[in-house]
Each structure stands twice: as structure tokens, then as C-alpha cells.
């Protein structure tokens, strides 16, 4: 100790600065780990509602497109009201098939009886061009069905690969 015998207090002067030194490093990474979390969080949370956004605009335009049913200008959403009270699959997934075609998409439409829907029963009408991730985003819309009573709306749900 004798290197330290002219120099009074420098021990306790070192010790805490080391200390503090020590805890301030601690410090800044904890902080600095919290805000790297906190932001790819929230990078994970806004690229979801992003996709859902984009998942949605596109089921409605999907929806709202024109086709022909029967030599008359229509809407999709027209041809699934007709092919769900028909039960025709295959004019459903004729119509679904060339909008994803027209337009180079990939997922899957499904369509439900709405109450079915709510209970979740199996789809009704079924189109998928792809195999679909448990990880898809997804947009769940209803249709009016004027003309059927037993069955006064349909569930469509639209999944589209990110």
C-alpha cells in the first residue's frame, strides 16, 4: 500500500468511478436493448396492419371487379352470391381463378354460410392456388344474399400470400 500512502482517498475516488463507469455501461445497454425491442416490435405490429391493409384493398377489388355471368357485365361478388345458391364450384373457382391469373396473385378465397362462418364450420366454396401458411394475412368481408331467406348473408374470406 505504500504506492497509494501520499495520495489520500484515491482509493475510495477509484472505486467509485469504476463503479459508476460500470453502471453507466449497464445502463446504456439496458436502455439500449429496450428501445432495439421496442422498435422491432413495433416494426412487426405496423408491417401486419400494412399487409392487412393491402390483404383488404385487394379483396375489395377482387370483389368489385367485372366479369361476365352469362353474357351479362357483373361483379364477382355477384357471380359468388350466384354460384354459393347454385353450389356451383366450378364457375366460382373459374372466375376467382382468372382474377388471381389476371392480376399474379397467390392465396385462396373461401366462402361461408356467415352463420356457418361464426361457428366455424367448413367453407362452402373454395378456391386456392397455393398452399396457404398458417402465418397469411387475411380479410373477412360479408355479402348480402337477397336471394336466398334461409341464408341472409356469405362470409368471404380472402387470404393473400405476402
Do not use: C
Given at each position: ?121 367448413d367453407y362452402k366454396l373454395s378456391f386456392s392456388n397455393r ?32
Open positions: 500500500m505504500r504506492l497509494f500512502k501520499d495520495k489520500k482517498g484515491f482509493v475510495d475516488d477509484m472505486m467509485d468511478f469504476i463503479f459508476m463507469t460500470v453502471l453507466l455501461v449497464l445502463g446504456l445497454m439496458l436502455i439500449g436493448g429496450v428501445l432495439y425491442f421496442n422498435v422491432s416490435d413495433n416494426k412487426d405490429a405496423t408491417m401486419k396492419k400494412v399487409n392487412f391493409v393491402e390483404t383488404t384493398q385487394t379483396h375489395l377489388y377482387y370483389l368489385n371487379s367485372a366479369t361476365k355471368l352469362n353474357s351479362v357485365q357483373t361483379t364477382i361478388s355477384d357471380v359468388i352470391i350466384y354460384a354459393f345458391n347454385k353450389n356451383d364450384q366450378a364457375l366460382f373457382e373459374a372466375k376467382t381463378n382468372s382474377f388471381f391469373n389476371k392480376y399474379n396473385l397467390e392465396g385462396a378465397v373461401d366462402v361461408y354460410d356467415s352463420n356457418e362462418y361464426n361457428q366455424d364450420r398452399f396457404i401458411s398458417s402465418g397469411e394475412t387475411k380479410s373477412v368481408l360479408q355479402l348480402a344474399n337477397p336471394t336466398n331467406n334461409n341464408v341472409p348473408s356469405i362470409t368471404v374470406v380472402f387470404k393473400k400470400n405476402e
